[in-house]
């Protein structure tokens, strides 16, 4: 599949999972807004994370869904262009951070390999009971191993039993609507630290950023410096104001990064996984046909891959 033909196939996608225009959700968003901050006095675009989280605690999960309607719209278009070419080929074990009543955790269901699993972190715990009650499907519909814990995710990252999660366990850190808004540069600081345990050498972040909350720079330049590499970066559309970064944690190890070609290969890039066969066998649908050179080399389309210049 060439890369414009995946772009077409993401739109696709997200028109058939959305079902209403785009204006539509945009207007239905406003009003919800509008009357949770004139009637309840709710407003939850506050970037100190204490003060967001207690307006996320006020909302039940029906104002939550009119508030979220863009963000809901804006993570089927970001997440598969951040992942798209750059998953293991195969089953994937993802954790979704801040993922409220479970919209972004649904577009990671689809587009992740068969056979993995993701665990949603949220703070406000009835969003938490809500979001189990979804369904989530991979793209050929079959049922994904889906769990939530309530916790801030500027704790320790927890399992569903309260045990830390294991160093070096996790293919793939997700947030949306998230960092962008409600963080500063500090809780990205720790939040670094923390995705830096749980991923595995070569494991991706796909992490928002925003002025009003953490900028791409300061994001970047946070990363950075805990030895994660930019790979991509990517919008819903050219007027959002949010661009997701996906972070790559560098394998020092791997031939690649190493200055006179290390003994150790990074164990699990897609370099080092089978025929182009095994690939075609645990990748989704939606992602079934790349050329098997685009993804050895972790290189989409630029008109899928949407990378940006800048905030
Ligand atoms: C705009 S919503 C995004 C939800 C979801 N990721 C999505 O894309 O639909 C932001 C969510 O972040 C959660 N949140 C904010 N700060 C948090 C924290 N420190 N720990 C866990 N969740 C947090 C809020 O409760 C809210 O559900």
């Not at 991509?232 to 070609?261: I, W, Y």
């Given at each position: 599949m060439t890369g414009s033909a995946a772009s077409s196939r993401i739109r696709r996608v997200s028109r058939e999972k959305l079902g209403s225009g785009i204006v539509r959700l945009f207007f239905k968003q406003a009003l919800a807004e509008l009357r949770l901050n004139v009637s309840r006095r709710v407003d939850f675009r506050h970037s100190r994370n204490g003060e967001a989280v207690r307006a996320y605690c006020a909302m039940s999960a029906e104002e939550f869904e009119g508030i979220n309607a863009r963000q809901k719209w804006a993570n089927w278009r970001t997440i598969p262009r951040n992942l798209h070419g750059r998953l293991p080929l195969r089953p994937c074990r993802a954790v979704d951070l801040c993922c409220g009543l479970g919209h972004s955790t649904q577009v990671l269901a689809y587009y992740l390999p068969a056979g993995s699993t993701v665990l949603g972190l949220e703070y406000n715990p009835e969003f938490v009971r809500v979001a189990r009650r979804r369904e989530y499907l991979a793209s050929d519909r079959a049922p994904v191993a889906v769990s939530f814990r309530a916790q801030s995710v500027l704790d320790t990252f927890r399992d569903v039993s309260g045990r830390p999660l294991a160093e070096g366990s996790l293919d793939l850190v997700n947030c949306c609507g998230a960092l962008g808004l409600h963080f500063v540069r500090s809780d990205v600081e720790r939040l670094a630290a923390e995705i830096f345990r749980v991923l595995r050498w070569g494991g991706l972040a796909t992490l928002d950023s925003g002025r009003k909350g953490v900028?791409?720079?300061?994001?970047?330049?946070?990363?950075?410096?805990?030895?994660?590499?930019?790979?991509?970066?990517?919008?819903?559309?050219?007027?959002?104001?949010?661009?997701?970064?996906?972070?790559?944690?560098?394998?020092?190890?791997?031939?690649?990064?190493?200055?006179?070609?290390?003994?150790?290969?990074?164990?699990?890039?897609?370099?080092?996984?089978?025929?182009?066969?095994?690939?075609r066998a645990v990748q989704p649908a939606a992602f079934r046909d790349q050329p098997r050179a685009s993804i050895e080399a972790g290189v989409t389309d630029p008109?899928?891959?949407d990378t940006i210049g800048g905030e």
């Open positions: 900028d791409r720079g300061a994001m970047t330049e946070v990363f950075e410096r805990r030895g994660f590499r930019v790979v991509s970066a990517a919008k819903s559309c050219f007027l959002d104001r949010f661009t997701q970064v996906c972070f790559r944690k560098e394998d020092v190890m791997s031939p690649k990064n190493h200055p006179h070609g290390g003994p150790i290969r990074s164990e699990d890039s897609p370099l080092d996984e089978g025929s182009a066969e095994s690939f008109d899928v891959d």
